[in-house]
């Protein structure tokens, strides 16, 4: 989110659980992401939409399904994904959540650094890449 200094202005849609885990606390997360949230209009959303694919928990951003936002908790508890719904089927921008194509074709888990490092929850971001790949495959 560091990048958002160099975008005055721009509103920011945040993760209900992200938001609280990025202003609370006494020390701020890695990356300067409340700096980059300071006097921005931010706009919160909770995953209030029905199990989509292999995810549990999902919302849909325009109400039409084409852009839907997954729950990938575990990099950071409100890390979210975007499964766009294009005409060549889903495509999943999954952020942090891999780190190269090797961890979504074969299956891997980032490496010990700097994954075990960057994730907040570990295990619970690798399975939940897992449970897309495998969607994909059958």
Not at 74 to 85: C, D, E, K, R
Not at 99 to 104: A, I, K, N
């Amino acid at each position: 989110m560091c990048e958002l200094l160099d975008l005055p202005g721009l509103p920011v849609y945040l993760h209900r659980t992200e938001h609280d885990w990025v202003t609370t606390g006494s020390v701020a997360p890695v990356g300067g992401v409340r700096d980059s949230l300071e006097g921005r209009t931010t706009i919160d959303y909770e995953l209030d939409g029905p199990p989509v694919l292999t995810f549990t928990r999902s919302h849909d951003l325009f109400g039409d399904g084409s852009v839907v936002l997954v729950d990938l908790a575990g990099h950071t508890p409100g890390s979210v994904g975007v499964l766009l719904h294009t005409s060549a089927g889903p495509v999943l921008l999954a952020g942090d959540a891999a780190w190269h194509t090797y961890q979504v074709e074969d299956i891997r888990q980032k490496s010990s650094y700097p994954g075990g490092l960057a994730d907040e929850e570990r295990a619970e971001a690798f399975g939940l890449c897992i449970g897309f790949t495998s969607s994909r495959t059958a």
